[in-house]
């Protein structure tokens, strides 16, 4: 395989999870009778750009279905934290009624309702039917397609250029990131900004958060890859912002090539920190493997010690995430008898690989399991808080990343 970014061959391996179905790929009770579609999970480096990615075996549009079943609204501290973004963003760079608003990777209109709310004219690029449908029921106006050049020149015909383009946890899952920076860099009016939100590479490898690994996301990045592939394409990153979402993030801030906006000292110290901690040579990616495996053995081991001293365990968060998690350790629903989630899109479904059944709340409060598995780490303290009933029956919470936690 040849890196999607600058062509070159591929022969370090950052980390193999073994063979996974689709992350998102929940079943029916009909799909249980059916054969499941499984590729290999293996995790490649560049060594000329370093850029970190998933071997090609599914493409796009089998991942990212009609029934696509990740809706964002239902973490109310994601809905926090894009009304934040929003507020700040709309002063920082004084948006009005004669401005527009582009989202690449809408999904269900969870931040566009906020621009929306404001006046500003606003428009969400989703490709997944079932998230798009969300976003035009509270009014948000969707072109349902995946964004690249040739969208980005449909709506420049369309006089749809942007002051604002945000994408938030799409660049990983871009295909082609060369195709979709470039469209940024067309769309963007001059003076614009584009803000992108994405994971962290130095905070996955530092938490060895591998269950964050998945067919879904194509790419993981660090600051200086993005920085060079942006500046391919003539958009300059002048701020960037750490973030504690999803095990930590970074926002960046792009614009065109000598554009208005000074460069701040955040963007250098960032740069400066990944070359320290040695994201450009090969040994920083050495060893992942093994925290991964002994990540996967103590959860398969508490499960295993739980069930031979008669614990009931349950799981909470039908997480992208927590797919990964279960299927590298090879857990069913012998040892997990059931996952817990708010969606009404996965309820009444099963987990892809393990068939683990997915519930409704009602379902613990009855089984009143001495453990609960929390899948989606990153949001633990707001599950906690949702699920503070479970202290009154002596339960305990548990989760593996990044490394086993019973509290």
């Given at each position: 395989m040849d890196c999607r970014h600058c062509g070159s061959h591929l022969s370090l391996t950052f980390v193999d999870l073994g063979t996974a179905p689709p992350a998102n790929a929940y079943l029916t009770s009909t799909d249980?009778?059916?054969?499941?579609?499984?590729?290999?999970?293996?995790?490649?480096?560049?060594?000329?750009?370093w850029l970190v990615q998933t071997e090609d075996y599914a493409n796009a549009e089998e991942l990212f279905r009609e029934d696509y079943a990740y809706f964002s609204s239902y973490s109310q501290s994601w809905l926090d934290h894009a009304a934040k973004y929003v507020a700040e963003t709309v002063?920082?760079?004084?948006?009005?009624?004669?401005?527009r608003v582009v989202e690449l990777a809408s999904n269900d209109g969870?931040?566009?309702?906020?621009?929306?709310?404001?006046?500003?004219?606003?428009?969400?690029?989703?490709?997944?039917?079932?998230?798009?449908?969300?976003?035009?029921?509270?009014?948000i106006d969707v072109i349902q397609e995946f964004f690249g050049t040739h969208l980005a020149s449909q709506m420049i015909d369309r006089s749809m250029q942007a002051d604002l383009i945000v994408a938030n946890n799409v660049l990983a899952h871009v295909p082609d990131v060369n195709d979709f920076i470039a469209g940024i860099a067309m769309l963007l009016r001059y003076g614009g900004v584009a803000t992108l939100e994405f994971p962290h590479l130095l905070n996955l490898v530092s938490y060895t958060q591998f269950d964050?690994?998945?067919?879904?996301?194509?790419?993981?990045?660090?600051?200086?890859?993005?920085?060079?592939?942006?500046?391919?394409?003539?958009?300059?990153?002048?701020d960037v912002k750490e973030l504690p979402t999803h095990g930590g993030s970074l926002r960046i801030y792009a614009q065109a090539d000598r554009g208005p906006h000074i460069s701040t000292v955040a963007v250098n110290e960032l740069?400066?920190?990944?070359?320290?901690?040695?994201?450009s040579t090969m040994t920083y990616y050495s060893g992942f493997q093994q925290q991964a495996d002994k990540i996967k053995d103590d959860l398969l081991t508490f499960l295993l010690d739980a069930r031979s001293n008669g614990r009931r365990v349950g799981a909470y968060g039908a997480a992208a995430k927590g797919s990964t998690l279960i299927n590298y350790a090879g857990v069913r629903s012998d040892l997990i008898p059931y996952?817990?989630?708010?969606?009404?899109?996965?309820?009444?479904?099963?987990?892809?690989g393990s068939r683990i059944p997915v519930v409704d709340i009602e379902r613990l409060l009855q089984d009143q399991p001495h453990y609960i598995v929390i899948l989606p780490?990153?949001?633990?303290?707001?599950?906690e808080a949702d699920l503070r009933v479970v202290?009154?029956?002596?339960g305990r919470f548990v989760t593996a990343i990044p490394k086993l936690t019973i509290w």
């Open positions: 249980l009778r059916k054969p499941e579609l499984w590729y290999p999970l293996r995790i490649l480096v560049c060594t000329e750009c002063d920082q760079y004084h948006l009005d009624h004669n401005s969870y931040l566009l309702q906020y621009v929306a709310e404001r006046g500003i004219p606003c428009v969400g690029v989703e490709p997944t039917a079932s998230t798009a449908a969300k976003a035009r029921e509270k009014g964050t690994i998945y067919h879904e996301h194509f790419s993981y990045f660090s600051f200086g890859t993005v920085v060079r592939i942006f500046e391919k394409y003539g958009l300059y990153i002048f740069l400066r920190r990944e070359e320290a901690a040695g994201l996952v817990v989630d708010k969606s009404p899109a996965k309820k009444g479904k099963y987990l892809p780490w990153n949001i633990r303290e707001e599950i202290r009154n029956w002596g």
